[in-house]
């Protein structure tokens, strides 16, 4: 699609983690309805093109010290792209990981077929028992990698945002944590902070 086109704008507000923790435990049916791309889009799930790539990998050293296991620990690499389908780019790159030993007693959550799951990563680590407590997000903005603007079809100087989410488990576990590279040029990030009343 040429860059002067005007792309799907995606507007990524922090209500999502709770949206998602609402429906994990819902059925299937009703899970499979919508997920948070369709939240933060407002497209519907046959207007898109998804695209999982799963992989096992010893934890190096900083997501070992992140996750709080020893170096080496065997963890899942999850890639997602999902793009609208008539574009040809995605409205983001991320990769996700968990600690293989949290999640294997579901062997589905090991399979990259079995994606998209329903309900996403909140009704994943639900059928293996583990509820968040909180999610932590870090952004920061910085120009692309040559490969980063190559797959999200940045348009010359366009920079991108680096978001880390870090999920935390009722027992203050880091459970997930996900790289997310957003093209700044198209996203929006939507924060609204709701203060308990005196």
Not at 83 to 107: C, D, H, K, Q, W
Request: proline share 10%.
């Amino acid at each position: 699609m040429p860059q002067d086109c005007e792309r799907t704008p995606v507007v990524r507000d922090n209500g999502r983690h709770q949206w998602e923790k609402d429906r994990a435990r819902a059925p299937r049916t009703v899970r499979a309805t919508t997920g948070a791309t369709e939240r933060d889009t407002g497209l519907h799930p046959p207007d898109l093109v998804f695209h999982a790539e799963y992989r096992e990998l010893p934890a190096p050293c900083p997501l070992a010290e992140a996750f709080g296991v020893p170096a080496g620990t065997l963890l899942l690499e999850r890639s997602y792209r999902t793009r609208y389908g008539p574009e040809s780019a995605p409205f983001a790159l991320v990769t996700s990981y968990l600690v293989r030993g949290m999640i294997a007693a579901n062997p589905d959550l090991l399979d990259a077929t079995n994606e998209p799951w329903p309900g996403g990563t909140q009704s994943q680590l639900h059928t293996v028992g583990i509820e968040l407590d909180r999610v932590e997000e870090r952004l920061t903005a910085r120009a692309p990698t040559p490969a980063e603007a190559r797959d999200l079809d940045l348009p010359s100087g366009a920079p991108v945002i680096q978001l880390r989410k870090t999920s935390y488990d009722i027992d203050d576990r880091v459970v997930n944590i996900a790289d997310v590279t957003l093209p700044a040029d198209r996203t929006e990030l939507l924060f609204t902070t709701r203060l308990e009343r005196w």
